[in-house]
Each structure stands twice: as structure tokens, then as C-alpha cells.
């Protein structure tokens, strides 16, 4: 079996389409998982697009081990020699850059015509080359591209030391077997193809990006790019769970085989929708919170005879965990350290004291605590240092026009005490917290969803945050109480800053 190298870009196409400013610790915390689950390629970001990119590609190029870093670029010096620097400590490095290839990206976009495209991409890879060995020459909208100049531009590419020629559905246009029909093409008349890897990258505009890039790899790509969740541009990218679980429900369909470690997938969307703020629905494949479970009567029947009936994969194999004791006030250390252990957290001495006292405390609020309850109290932000904390909160209402927010936070270690009002109690925190911290940036979105079943449930408030320069932050707050869960989202996304506090209003 040929080996199918996955390459994913949730810190890059992901990330960067989001809007959503992920820090330099969230993307190493990403990162981290990323390389436990087993993927060969991680794209880090695009370090000439902002600092906070720059430092992100460079963070991770020096922490992570046992996997390539690769950084994107436009066919620039420039951005060629951010990247390289970004990419200095990487133990694998890898220069993603290229260009657009379809009339009217060479037209519309670069004012350029073929030949100047051409050359272009030539010198990009040759730029790069003189920093690392390893070059992926990306030609973007490639499936609107003239199929011939297409294979002109990869041999060209290629000859000048492209490693891996990557060949985009920049735009989703595709047709699964037009896409396969493409990749085919290139892989046919491209004549020194075998001195490099072609990889498939599809985005989702018509939801056909699974189905395009596996009829890419029956083609005979060996790259696949994808991002957890599928999150992307517009509809998205390729999604990662969905690609690798169809290679190995269907193995026989592809004849690939990859070292991703199956029974992380579960993990790693949760942590990218946690730390991301982009909700995962309960329907999508794979890693939706129905995507195993059993409505109908008939179902629910069938799978108590034989889960084969309707089951084609074992929620365990993507790490899905399978509860077998139920957790309540009543439950004893041994009890959690035993179910946290299950769903893949190593909780000994004091830290199991100080989830243990957050469990109970919970539990008391609750009648059972779920799993999904234990991800919240694992994940929980207000566990960890904050240079600002909710001490208490009290909501006073005359109507439903008005209220008044009466907030204690400790700032910095000193407490303070502040109202204001607002058109409803949620408005009212805010701007409560606001005066509170001298917060200026604008409150984008703001959405609350319980995280269990039941009246007990835990609320899980996200809020995001819109700084004057442009960057979006994602804040969230749990809690049995969804007004306390806003309070603390709030929180957490300007502690998550490192908002500076003026002292006068604090
Ligand atoms: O979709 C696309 O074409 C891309 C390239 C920049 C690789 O993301
Ligand atoms: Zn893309």
C-alpha cells in the first residue's frame, strides 16, 4: 500500500478564514494535539500576513517534534523570507508558496498573463529553495484553470525543485469525478511527476470537498490537505475526520494507508471547537454529538441486537468514550480519576484535589455530571491563572426593558465593585464589566447552548470580541447558571488578551 500523507491546515486555510485571532499558546495547544494524532504536515500559518502569525509559525517550528512545519506564502521574496526565518528552528521545514493559475485569478486579481505567471511561479520556487529543501508549490484555483497550462506550470515547478505540487479546488466548483478526472491529467502528462507529491486541497461551496479530494487520492494523489471539522473559508475545507475515516471504513476503496492514530479524532475536534469558538453540529459526520446515537424505535432495536445493524463505526475507535458508571455528588475521587482517565486526562495529587472540589461543586447543582460536563470542568478557563477573576454578580430587573448589574471582580488581586445598566441582564454585565475594565472592543457575537441534556444542564456561553485593529477573540464561560456562564465568557476573552486594566477604572 502506498503511503497517503495528511497535511493539515486548520491553523492556516482554517484558522485565517475565521477571522478569529487564535493566540500564540492556543495554536501550540492545537499543535500539540495535532502531532498525537499523527499528522505528517502541520501548515502553521502565513507569517507575512500579521505578526501574530509570524511568532505563532515560529512557536510552533521550535516546540513541535516528529513533524514537518510548513508556513505559506505568496510567490514574493518577501513573504518567502518571512516565512524562512519563521521557519528556522523546525526540525522538518517546509515553504508552501505558489499562485493563481485560472484566467481570472492571473487577470482579475494579478493583472498578469500567462507567461509572467509562469515565471512567477518559477522564481518562488527557486527563491525558496535556497532556504529549505522541502517546497510545495501550490496553483491556486487550479480546477478553472487550461488543463495544459496547468500541467506546464506543475512541470515547471517541479523542475525548478518543487517537492510537492499541491492542486487546489480553490473555490469548490468541482465535481467529484471531474476533480479525480483533473488529478488524473496532471499525474498523466506532467512528465517528471514522479519526482514529486501532488496533493489535493478542495474547499466545500457545494459540499463535495470529501468527495472530491478522496476521487483526487483514488487519482493518485498522496497528499490530502484538511482541516478538523472541516472549518474554512466560506463553507469550508476538506474535513479532516471525514477523509480519514472514509480510508479506513473503505480501505479496500483507496489503497492508502496513513499514521493517523483514529482514536484522537474525537479529542482533537472538541479541543479545536473549544478553543476556536466554532460549534461542531450535532449532525456532522463522524464527530457530531448525534453522528452515534440511535432515535427511531426500529434503530434503537436493531442496534440492541446487533450494533452492526446501524452502526458502521464504533464510536470508541475515534476515541468516542463509552460511559459505564454514573458520576454524582455521591462519587468518590477514585470514581472521576477513574472516568477522566477514560476520556484521556492524567489527574494525580493536587490537581485531582482541585477537580475534585470543582466536581462536587457542580455535581451539587446537578443531579448526574456527564462527560461532556467533565470536558467543560477540564477545559474550564476560570481553573487556570487570570489576571482577572468573577467574584460575585447580582441582576436586579424592573420590566423586561431595564436592568442593573451589580459585579465584583478581583483585578490584578484587588477587588472592585461597580453597576451600570443595560437593556436586558446580560447588557447590563456587559457593560458593567466594561466600565469595570476600560474594555473597549465591540461584543461581535455572543451565543449560549447547553452542553447536557435536562433543566440541571450546563450553560456554555461563547462571546466574541472585535479589537479596533481587527483581531476577533473568542471568550467562553460555563456554568449551571447561563448569566454567570455570559459573565464569565466575557471574562475569559479579555483575561485571554491580557487586557491592560486603567487603574482609574479599575
Ligand atoms: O484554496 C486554496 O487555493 C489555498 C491555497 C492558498 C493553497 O488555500
Ligand atoms: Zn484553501
Known amino acids: 500500500m502506498q503511503r497517503l500523507y495528511i497535511f493539515d491546515t486548520t491553523l492556516r486555510d482554517g484558522?485565517?478564514?475565521?477571522?478569529?485571532?487564535?493566540?500564540?499558546?492556543?495554536?501550540?495547544?492545537?499543535?500539540?494535539?495535532?502531532?498525537?494524532?499523527?499528522?505528517?504536515?502541520?501548515?502553521?500559518?502565513?507569517?507575512?500576513?500579521?505578526?501574530?502569525?509570524?511568532?505563532?509559525?515560529?512557536?510552533?517550528?521550535?516546540?513541535?517534534?516528529?513533524?514537518?512545519?510548513?508556513?505559506?506564502?505568496?510567490?514574493?521574496?518577501?513573504?518567502?523570507?518571512?516565512?524562512?526565518?519563521?521557519?528556522?528552528?523546525?526540525?522538518?521545514?517546509?515553504?508552501?508558496?505558489?499562485?493563481?493559475?485560472?484566467?481570472?485569478?492571473?487577470?482579475?486579481?494579478?493583472?498578469?498573463?500567462?507567461?509572467?505567471?509562469?515565471?512567477?511561479?518559477?522564481?518562488?520556487?527557486?527563491y525558496a529553495k535556497r532556504y529549505v529543501n522541502d517546497v510545495e508549490f501550490y496553483a491556486e484555483d487550479a480546477f478553472r484553470s487550461d488543463p495544459a497550462f496547468l500541467v506546464k506550470v506543475i512541470e515547471e515547478a517541479i523542475k525548478a525543485g518543487a517537492t510537492v505540487v499541491n492542486i487546489p479546488d480553490t473555490v469548490g466548483y468541482a465535481n467529484p469525478w471531474e476533480y479525480g478526472e483533473l488529478i488524473d491529467f496532471v499525474i498523466k502528462n506532467v512528465r517528471n511527476i514522479d519526482k514529486a507529491v501532488v496533493s489535493v486541497h478542495c474547499h466545500n461551496d457545494l459540499g463535495m470537498a470529501t468527495a472530491n479530494a478522496l476521487a483526487g487520492i483514488r487519482a493518485g494523489a498522496r497528499q490530502v490537505e484538511v482541516t478538523i471539522n472541516g472549518i474554512g473559508e466560506r463553507a469550508g475545507n476538506t474535513s479532516f475526520e471525514e477523509v480519514v475515516m472514509a480510508i479506513y471504513t473503505r480501505?479496500?476503496?483507496?489503497?492508502?494507508?496513513?499514521?493517523?492514530?483514529?482514536?484522537?479524532?474525537?479529542?482533537?475536534?472538541?479541543?479545536?471547537?473549544?478553543?476556536?469558538?466554532?460549534?461542531?453540529?450535532?449532525?456532522?459526520?463522524?464527530?457530531?454529538?448525534?453522528?452515534?446515537?440511535?432515535?427511531?424505535?426500529?434503530?434503537?432495536?436493531?442496534?440492541?441486537?446487533?450494533?452492526?445493524?446501524?452502526?458502521?463505526?464504533?464510536?470508541?475507535?475515534?476515541?468516542?468514550?463509552?460511559?459505564?458508571?454514573?458520576?454524582?455528588?455521591?462519587?468518590?475521587?477514585?470514581?472521576?480519576?477513574?472516568?477522566?482517565?477514560?476520556?484521556?486526562?492524567?489527574?494525580?495529587?493536587?490537581?485531582?484535589?482541585?477537580?475534585?472540589?470543582?466536581?462536587?461543586?457542580?455535581?451539587?447543582?446537578?443531579?448526574?455530571?456527564?462527560?461532556?460536563?467533565?470536558?467543560?470542568?477540564?477545559?474550564?478557563?476560570?481553573?487556570?491563572?487570570?489576571?482577572?477573576?468573577?467574584?460575585?454578580?447580582?441582576?436586579?430587573?424592573?420590566?423586561?426593558?431595564?436592568?442593573?448589574?451589580t459585579v465584583t471582580l478581583e483585578i490584578e488581586g484587588r477587588k472592585f465593585t461597580d453597576a451600570a445598566c443595560g437593556n436586558g441582564p446580560v447588557n447590563a454585565l456587559f457593560n458593567t464589566i466594561d466600565r469595570m475594565t476600560g474594555n473597549d472592543a465591540m461584543l461581535e457575537d455572543y451565543t449560549l447552548k447547553s452542553v447536557t441534556r435536562g433543566s440541571k444542564a450546563l450553560g456554555e456561553a461563547t462571546v466574541k470580541l472585535r479589537y479596533n485593529d481587527g483581531r476577533l477573540v473568542v471568550g467562553k464561560g460555563f456554568s449551571t447558571d447561563i448569566i454567570e456562564a455570559s459573565a464569565k465568557a466575557y471574562i475569559n476573552a479579555l483575561a485571554k488578551q491580557n487586557h491592560k486594566f486603567s487603574k482609574s477604572q479599575a
Open 251 to 405: 480501505r479496500d476503496g483507496y489503497g492508502v494507508k496513513n499514521n493517523i492514530k483514529v482514536y484522537e479524532i474525537s479529542a482533537t475536534s472538541r479541543l479545536v471547537s473549544r478553543i476556536t469558538g466554532v460549534a461542531v453540529p450535532d449532525y456532522k459526520a463522524i464527530v457530531g454529538a448525534n453522528a452515534y446515537s440511535h432515535a427511531s424505535g426500529i434503530h434503537q432495536d436493531g442496534v440492541l441486537k446487533d450494533r452492526e445493524t446501524y452502526e458502521i463505526i464504533k464510536p470508541e475507535t475515534i476515541g468516542v468514550p463509552q460511559n459505564i458508571i454514573s458520576l454524582t455528588a455521591r462519587s468518590g475521587r477514585h470514581a472521576l480519576k477513574y472516568r477522566l482517565e477514560e476520556l484521556g486526562y492524567k489527574v494525580e495529587g493536587d490537581q485531582l484535589n482541585d477537580v475534585y472540589k470543582r466536581f462536587l461543586h457542580l455535581a451539587d447543582s446537578k443531579q448526574e455530571v456527564f462527560d461532556q460536563d467533565l470536558y467543560v470542568l477540564m477545559g474550564d478557563p476560570e481553573g487556570k491563572a487570570s489576571n482577572i477573576l468573577l467574584q460575585s454578580m447580582a441582576i436586579s430587573t424592573s420590566g423586561i426593558e431595564t436592568a442593573t448589574a
Open 15 to 126: 484558522e485565517q478564514s475565521l477571522g478569529i485571532t487564535l493566540n500564540v499558546k492556543e495554536k501550540l495547544e492545537i499543535g500539540h494535539q495535532l502531532v498525537k494524532l499523527g499528522v505528517d504536515i502541520i501548515e502553521a500559518g502565513f507569517p507575512a500576513s500579521s505578526p501574530g502569525d509570524l511568532e505563532s509559525v515560529r512557536t510552533l517550528a521550535a516546540e513541535l517534534k516528529g513533524v514537518t512545519i510548513c508556513g505559506l506564502t505568496r510567490a514574493v521574496p518577501q513573504d518567502i523570507d518571512i516565512c524562512a526565518e519563521a521557519l528556522r528552528k523546525a526540525e522538518n521545514p517546509r515553504i508552501h508558496t505558489g499562485i493563481g493559475v485560472s484566467p481570472v485569478h492571473m487577470e482579475k486579481k494579478l493583472g498578469l498573463n500567462p507567461e509572467q505567471t509562469l515565471e512567477q511561479a518559477v522564481f518562488a520556487v527557486k
